[in-house]
């Protein structure tokens, strides 16, 4: 991809991220307000967009992360109206399909909520090839046999997914390629800030959707780089450290405040020290309602799986 040809790619990617923000009215398509999703309406109108407008080439589309269907069914009405229809795209969809208890949601814990998936995408259903499983488990799942053109990553809830999801799929990634991390700025998350610090100076970042999802455009080929990655192999100083540098590239003091947000919490699951040193800059800081409401939270948390139910959460892996 040559460097005006990725200029034009961000460009067009940074509008879709400003539309999306501003939120579509009306909704994109019929019951895209009603579905059963913690995707906010903005994240569900990206997704809309993206696959709709953004899909760069023959590559496919990869959702890591579906609960019951919400994400996938805002991607595959976006192919369906294309203007080229979906064509040969495929959206491969990956999750375990077996959630804690969500009651708001009418989910028991240990549910198989596969039917219920199945019910939600019927419209959608003939664009998808689902993979039941665990991403990194110990039953190996199906991978895209091509390219990957718009990456949705919704499932990086512990750090043992690190490592598959950097080799497994970023690196079926091209330039113009979209990732978007669905928890990037929620501080229960922070193995996700040490991907995207891993791979800053292959992506552009180019904006983030109901302070939450943040969206990347690869500019420069990542396979290598991804597969460089092994979580197991970075110490928690290096962890701390790598976020601390993400967090300089941000001067959005929301974000930033989030992205310190999470290193607080990640030293929190390493060492008592460097937790309460990390908490008391931060409060000294003075952050805004938000990110002192995530300060809160992390002091609150018992660490059993700060993205989970709080009574149903399973423990959050240290490394």
């Keep these: 991809m040559t460097v005006d040809a990725a200029s034009a790619r961000v460009a067009a990617v940074r509008s879709v991220v400003g539309r999306a923000r501003r939120g579509l009215s009306p909704a994109p398509f019929e019951g895209a307000r009603d579905l059963p999703t913690m995707l906010a309406s903005e994240e569900v109108d990206l997704l809309y967009l993206l696959a709709r407008d953004s899909l760069g080439g023959a590559g496919d589309v990869v959702e890591l992360g579906t609960f019951l269907g919400g994400s996938t069914v805002a991607i595959g009405r976006g192919l369906q109206d294309r203007d080229e229809g979906p064509g040969h795209v495929r959206v491969h969809t990956y999750d375990t399909f077996v959630q804690e208890a969500w009651p708001e949601f009418g989910v028991a814990a240990d549910e198989d909520v596969l039917p219920r998936w199945e019910r939600l995408v019927g419209p959608v259903r003939s664009l998808v090839d689902v993979h039941p499983g665990r991403v990194g488990g ?48 929620h501080w229960g998350s922070p193995w996700v800030l040490v991907t995207v610090e891993a791979m800053w100076d292959r992506c552009e970042f180019v904006g983030h959707v109901a302070r939450a999802s943040g969206v990347l455009v690869v500019t420069r080929p990542l396979a290598v780089s991804a597969r460089a990655v092994d979580w197991g192999a970075i110490a928690p100083a290096a962890q ?80």
């Design 240 to 319: 701390l450290s790598m976020i601390d540098s993400l967090a300089e590239r941000f001067t959005h003091p929301t974000l930033r405040g989030s992205i310190d947000a999470a290193a607080v919490y990640l030293a929190r699951l390493h060492d008592p020290t460097t937790y309460r040193r990390r908490l008391a800059r931060a409060r000294a800081a003075s952050p805004g309602p938000r990110v002192a409401r995530y300060l809160d939270e992390i002091e609150a948390t018992d660490d059993r799986g700060a993205l989970a139910p709080p009574d149903h959460a399973d423990p959050v892996p240290a490394s």
């Design 138 to 185: 110990s039953e190996p799942i199906p991978l895209p046999g091509g390219p990957v053109d718009l990456l949705f990553v919704d499932l990086v809830k512990h750090a043992e997914a690190i490592t598959p999801v950097m080799h497994d799929f970023l690196a079926r990634t091209r330039p113009g390629s979209v990732v978007v991390h669905q928890d990037m700025f």
